[in-house]
């Protein structure tokens, strides 16, 4: 990759990092309400090497170890960086399993958002989309089976990759549910009355780390380099965090975000299913629809905070 390339890569991790934890910084914004200003300063620091380093550096560098046991894990992290041929080949070899399984994971992900989640409904269609969730789990089956046929065909670790892909969805998305169940129960002080404020931070630590698992997959659309991932999805966990202290309320008022932070994740997951199927997607493409799906929805936030500002004064 050029310069310019790895550059844009970057910007686009981070904005997609960004975006996708808007809802998660919400949640963060209120509870941090009520602790000191020095753990506040705790959690923008040392809570962001904790973000950073521990849960977005160490689990792409497993994922990677996970689909290439031989390379090691730091074989993992210089992968991209390497001039061993074995090691070059043993990426490429396993790239296709990688790609599949985050690919049926994002699809799954935007799915159920889509479906079964509340949600301020965007564009056409969604609502009625959203009567019918009944049919989500036939419709996530019958497109895995799909996606493992043709899979199959190519390579049995790559049909398996699929089925992993689905296999994570489920069991990230129970402990997600229980993680959104336990930042209402601590926002609203059911049970944690009497937590410390350092408690309530090493808390919302966890919480992160499970709402993390998204971004990280989601960033392989954009590179399979553990580096770009570590930097660009840093670089997004930081900027969060500074608006999490400090700008939390202007962001609540775009009420869009989330639907283009679902829609990106969408497309990832398409062009993570076509890397795998050999179609070959060009390395910017990821960051270019990730960029014009969220300008998209920032620009409809906007026009409805202007209507919605022209109807108040009305």
């Given amino acids: 990759m050029d310069i310019i390339s790895i550059i844009f890569t970057i910007l686009g991790l981070a904005l997609f990092e960004t975006i996708n934890s808007v809802d998660n910084a919400v949640i963060n914004a209120s509870v941090l309400s009520k602790v000191s200003e020095r753990a506040k300063r705790w959690f923008l620091l040392y809570g962001l090497l904790i973000a950073v380093f521990m849960v977005r550096g160490l689990l792409p560098i497993l994922i990677v170890w996970a689909a290439n046991p031989a390379i090691g894990p730091v074989g993992a992290f210089f992968s991209t960086f390497s001039d061993d041929p074995s090691v070059i080949a043993a990426i490429e070899q396993s790239s296709p399993m990688l790609l599949a399984g985050g690919g049926v994971f994002l699809i799954f992900l935007f799915l159920h958002w889509l479906f079964l989640e509340p949600k301020k ?3 056409p269609g969604e609502e009625f989309l959203a009567g019918q969730g009944v049919w989500f789990f036939a419709i996530v089956s019958v497109l895995l089976a799909i996606i493992t046929w043709f899979a199959i065909q190519i390579s049995p670790m790559m049909a398996f990759g699929a089925v992993v892909g689905s296999t994570a969805f489920f069991i990230t998305h129970g402990f997600k549910q229980n993680a959104e169940a336990a930042e209402q129960k601590l926002l609203h002080g059911e049970g ?3 937590m410390s404020d350092w408690s309530k931070i090493m808390y919302l630590e966890v919480i992160d780390a499970t709402f993390s698992i998204d971004g ?3 960033a392989f659309a954009f590179t ?5 991932i570590l930097i660009g999805s840093g670089l997004g966990a930081f900027i969060v965090r500074e608006v999490t202290i400090h700008n939390i309320e202007n962001v609540k008022k775009y009420a869009y975000l989330k639907n283009g932070a679902m829609y990106s994740v969408f497309f990832l997951g398409i062009v993570m299913l076509l890397d795998a199927f050999a179609v070959h997607v060009p ?30 004064m009305a």
Wanted: glycine residues 10%.
């Fill in 283 to 312: 390395a910017y493409v990821s960051p270019l629809i990730t960029f014009a799906i969220i300008g998209f929805f920032f620009w409809k936030s906007h026009m409805h905070m202007k209507m919605q500002a022209q109807g108040a």
């Fill in 121 to 123: 409904f965007g564009l």
């Fill in 216 to 218: 990280v997959i989601g």
């Fill in 224 to 228: 399979l380099s553990v580096p770009l």
């Fill in 192 to 194: 944690h009355t009497a």
